[in-house]
């Protein structure tokens, strides 16, 4: 495959993406694992690095994911073409949305279709949840090798969720910045190998 051709099928899959990105970033993992099984771009396993890298720079998680998997396949221009091809439905949905409920601003049909997106976009983002949550705390594939029901669960990964959910929740830790939280996490998973590379 040319380079040229290589651009353009990540503009037309980010594209597709961007279509379906109902409910935000998170709602696009799904599409992220189904396009790395698909094109052999990343692995499963690099999805959660995107997403940790994602959260964790300014900007919204979705398109932060297209641009570091454009940059990562197709170098500058294809951050670019990727991130473009996220986007680009949003826009034209904005612009036709604003219009349009301009006119219908109290119609029932129009309420009732927006109400209607609340579950798909609800369901997207709990199945994204419930993958990045497999993925980070559970280890099949180990257990089915060795048969040591220990090796189903990633202990490090589990202990470093719940000290963060205490942290979070206990009164003199719960009100310190989310960045000191995402550092230390990172600094922790760099230190003790947590994502297991």
Not at 24 to 31: K, N, Q, V, W
Not at 99 to 122: C, I, W
Not at 166 to 182: A, S, Y
Request: contains cysteine; proline residues 5%.
């Amino acid at each position: 495959m040319t380079y040229a051709l290589l651009l353009l099928e990540l503009f037309w899959e980010f594209l597709k993406i961007g279509v379906f990105a109902v409910g935000g970033g998170m709602a696009t993992l799904p599409f992220l694992y189904d396009l790395g099984e698909k094109t052999a771009w990343y692995t499963s396993a690099q999805v959660l690095d995107m997403l940790a890298v994602s959260e964790s720079t300014p900007g919204p998680i979705g398109i932060n994911m297209a641009t570091y998997v454009g940059y990562t396949v197709g170098g500058v221009p294809g951050a670019i073409l990727a991130t473009l091809g996220t986007i680009l439905p949003g826009i034209i949905l904005v612009i036709v949305l604003a219009r349009f409920l301009a006119k219908f601003h109290d119609n029932r049909y129009v309420n009732a279709a927006f109400y209607g997106l609340r579950p798909a976009s609800t369901a997207l983002i709990a199945a994204a949840g419930i993958g990045v949550l497999g993925e980070s705390l559970f280890n099949p594939g180990l257990y089915r090798e060795t048969g040591n029901i220990a090796d189903f669960f990633c202990v490090g990964p589990i202990i470093l969720a719940v000290v963060l959910y205490v942290l979070t929740n206990v009164n003199p830790t719960k009100k310190l910045h989310p960045v000191i939280f995402i550092a230390a996490s990172a600094v922790i998973g760099i230190v003790f190998r947590l994502g297991g590379a």
